[in-house]
Nanobody, 121 residues
Framework: QVQLVESGGGLVQAGGSLRLSCAASGSILRMNSMAWYRQAPGKQRELVAVLTSGGRINYADSVKGRFTISRDNAQNTVYLQMNSLKPEDTGVYYC???????????????WGQGTQVTVST
């Protein structure tokens, strides 16, 4: 069993910064990808940043240059550093841990409960 718990969200003024944390507990698995998603009210869930099992990092165009995803394997924690926040960054941010095999079988796909980020004008 794996549990993902996000923290670090809150209310911040435009231009400010937040650092989100995703703490994994339980039987931690390796060779997985870690990602941050977000969902604004009335909109689809959006991939914000992903750190793949191969070490590749990809960001949504809207956050490039402002957000940074990182991982601390020793602490089983993934971070999302968010700088120069904009009102359009507002939403619920979710941590995701996934492993997909070469035959497309999803071995596991874990999600946290989400943490609210609100950026005021």
């Amino acid at each position: 069993q794996v549990q993902l718990v996000e923290s670090g969200g809150g209310l911040v003024q435009a231009g400010g910064s937040l650092r989100l944390s995703c703490a994994a507990s339980g039987s931690i698995l390796r060779m997985n990808s870690m990602a941050w998603y977000r969902q604004a009210p009335g909109k689809q869930r959006e991939l914000v940043a992903v750190l793949t099992s191969g070490g590749r990092i990809n960001y949504a165009d809207s956050v490039k240059g402002r957000f940074t995803i990182s991982r601390d394997n020793a602490q089983n924690t993934v971070y999302l550093q968010m700088n120069s926040l904009k009102p359009e960054d507002t939403g619920v941010y979710y941590c995701n841990m996934k492993k997909v095999l070469v035959n497309s079988y999803v071995e596991y796909d874990y999600w946290g409960q989400g943490t609210q980020v609100t950026v005021s004008t």
